[in-house]
């Protein structure tokens, strides 16, 4: 399989310059569909080397609050799933940044594997990450995603055992999620004890990236997992300043300041 | 009828697969933090079934705590005004707490001592779950916490009173309809977050393998105990039974001895609501098509973009989106039918049943009294039996708002 955005970022952050990357979470059409755009090509200024695009969900179990309430606004401000694609060509229009949608089961599902791993792919998205697809239910939807030449991103998180470990590293291209603690997402103070155990587990199966999310929202925390992981991940940082600053014209600036603030964590990674 | 039957079809159930599928349906779809959780709990549930120290501390439990065996009583005053079939009620609502839940709820308490967990989370409805939950905890000295949706809090007010009395901690949850399926997604992320000392302590056949499985295991029992008591009263299986179905626990519960008995009819009832548009009812047969929530695939009331749909209907037990993932493949393979009884049926049916009977159901169970009472006059000689899986205390509130007359002091017995 010929490479996606995702993969071709990674190489060349791996090999020209020599950083992790910095991921940014966004749930599409929160505030509204219309802003969406806009709000990641100020998290691509900012410096945001990957987004995820969510698709706002009406049961998101895996989130905390703050993603809850965003994915509320989107959902009410009339998001569909084939309006996260017409999203998704928008931003491609003028930006190459890897897109990787981020969503839950039922709505994929509901809209058809095959369908979605098509029209996806035709508006330019990269991949997509199924928070409650486990990999034991896994093969339809990798088998259509790797036919449209999607990549399939899939969780692993400090309970996975070896043998899941394993199957998570099995069913991923692109790279790997690691959830940095049992939980919803939310921001925490402290990065947490489970990082590092997880990354080093997790290197000795898979030679993917690996990105570190789940608990990360300031520029220290991206430099403490930045220097372990290939890729930091925030998301409920980035929505909680939507949510503040949803009915203001400066929301780019705010959101494209955060991701410079975060981005000025990444640490560079010298041989 | 056949008459000739074994007196017990009590062979260890040939469904989920390994991986907790009924068919297509079932399955684990969850975070993955919860999936290693998850193959624990299945293994210690496993041990546990074929442990006849486990099985036999269980049945204790079941018979001098709870309260089994439950009647099989032959309602005749009902039978006769139905004018047709022979009607038992399988009593269900004389158990401790007050409705079956107790069943699985000691189940998975003895489970939770046995993996060393310490703190339980559940969710509840109309509460009986939540009552059921907080009984076991606090027997055996667990720490309980208790999600429930705010709206359920408000029309199930004495419930939530039973569970703090009892020990709980109960935590409403506003997000979403307020109701069932947001105390579930709650009691779900606490989970996800304590998992390592924490077990959820599931109340209906739903979620993530092994809850369908496990949560119909620890129901069997009603469905055992009413096959030997009908063969003893009458020699002969039932020719149908009747039960409600929100997840579906008690219905599975009281099928699953009677699967093998191709002779007699299983029909679940669920909650037909105000009406037959979508957002009005929790009729999923009818309206909903194969979706994914909370962990399993099976029919599910969702929009045409495929978000979970709101539901209604008067009984808090009955108003959830999935149906438990059995009941999708039994319905499948014909062995099975489901139909609905609306709001106004199931609130007539309970009065009919506490005038003829001296019973007054819970909301969720009327729902099944008003489906044998409606086939009844068209079935001469025939058996029915209803599983009555819980009693109507903890619905007095709605049944005054919606039978006001009776608060009148000289309102006339209805000619029934």
């Known amino acids: ?271 | 009828m056949p008459n000739q039957q074994p007196a017990t079809s009590n062979q260890q159930p040939a469904t989920p697969d390994a991986a907790g599928h009924f068919g297509p349906y079932g399955g684990r779809y969850v975070p993955e933090v919860l999936m290693a959780p998850l193959e624990q709990l299945e293994q210690a549930y496993l041990e546990a079934r074929l442990d006849p120290a486990f099985q036999s501390e269980l049945k204790d439990l079941l018979a001098n705590y709870a309260g089994r065996p439950t009647p099989l009583y032959h309602a005749k005053r009902l039978s006769e005004i139905s004018g047709g079939a022979k009607i038992y009620i399988k009593r269900e609502d004389l158990l401790h707490t007050g409705a079956h839940k107790i069943n699985n709820c000691l189940g998975q308490a003895l489970l939770a001592r046995r993996m060393g967990k310490k703190r339980i989370v559940a969710e509840t409805g109309a509460g009986q779950h939540g009552v059921a939950s907080a009984t076991v905890c606090a027997l055996f000295g667990l720490e309980c916490i208790v999600y429930m949706g705010e709206e359920d809090m408000r029309r199930q007010r004495l419930n939530v009173f039973r569970m703090r009395m009892l020990g709980a901690k109960v935590v409403g949850v506003a997000s979403g309809s307020r109701t069932l399926k947001d105390a579930i997604s709650e009691a779900m992320r606490d989970w996800v977050t304590n998992v390592e000392t924490t077990h959820y302590l599931l109340g209906s056949a739903l979620g993530a393998h092994p809850y369908p499985m496990m949560v119909r295991d620890f129901h069997r029992v009603i469905g055992e105990e009413t096959r030997r008591q009908i063969l003893e009263r009458e020699h002969r299986l039932p020719d149908s039974i009747f039960a409600c179905v929100g997840g579906g626990s008690n219905a599975i519960g009281i099928f699953h001895a009677f699967l093998g008995d191709s002779g007699v009819r299983l029909i679940g009832i669920e909650a037909g609501g105000r009406g037959a548009e979508l957002g009005a009812h929790a009729a999923r047969f009818s309206g909903g098509s194969p979706g994914v929530l909370h962990g399993a695939y099976s029919y599910l009331l969702q929009d045409t973009d495929g978000q979970v749909s709101l539901t209604h209907s008067v009984s808090a037990g009955l108003d959830y989106a999935l149906v438990g993932p059995e009941h999708a493949w039994l319905r499948d393979q014909g062995r099975t039918e489901y139909v609905s009884a609306t709001d106004q049926q199931a609130l007539e049916a309970a009065r009919t049943l506490a005038h003829l009977e001296g019973i007054i159901p819970a909301l969720e169970s009327a729902h099944a009294v008003a489906e044998a009472v409606r086939r009844a006059p068209g079935s001469k000689d025939q058996l029915f039996i209803i599983n009555l899986s819980g009693r109507g205390d903890k619905d007095t509130d709605i049944y005054r708002e919606n039978l006001k007359e009776l608060d009148e002091p000289d309102q006339n017995r209805p000619a029934l």
């Open chain 1, 1 to 271: 399989m010929s490479q996606t955005r995702i993969g071709r970022l990674f190489e060349r952050l791996r090999t020209t310059e020599r950083r992790p990357a910095l991921i940014a979470y966004i749930t599409a059409g929160d505030p509204s569909p219309d802003r969406t755009p806009e709000l990641v090509a100020a998290l691509e200024r900012g410096g945001a080397d990957l987004i995820e695009l969510g698709v706002p969900f009406s049961d998101p179990i895996a989130d905390g609050p703050v993603i809850q309430r965003g994915s509320d606004r989107a959902l009410k401000a009339g998001t569909r799933v084939s309006t996260v694609l017409d999203i998704a060509a928008e931003i491609r229009k003028r930006s190459e940044i890897p897109l990787l949608l981020f969503t839950y089961m039922n709505p994929v599902l509901h809209y058809g594997l095959e369908s979605l791993a098509r029209d996806a792919a035709a508006r330019g998205i990269d991949g997509c990450l199924l928070t409650d697809l486990s990999v034991e239910e896994a093969e339809p939807y990798v088998g259509a995603m790797r036919n449209a030449g999607l990549d399939t991103v899939f969780l692993a998180a400090p309970t996975s055992t070896q043998r899941r470990l394993e199957l998570v590293a099995k069913y991923s291209t692109g790279f790997v999620y690691l959830v940095s603690r049992t939980g919803v997402t939310g921001e925490r103070s402290t990065v947490s004890d489970a990082v590092t155990p997880l990354v080093n587990a997790m290197r000795r199966v898979t030679a993917l990236p690996l990105a570190v999310g789940f608990g990360i929202s300031s520029a220290d925390q991206v430099r403490t997992v930045g220097t372990l992981a290939d890729g930091v991940i925030v998301g409920t940082a980035i929505v909680r300043v939507v949510e503040q600053n949803a009915a203001s014209a400066d929301l780019p600036a705010k959101l494209e300041a955060l991701a410079r603030e975060l981005a000025s964590g990444l640490p560079s990674k010298n041989p």
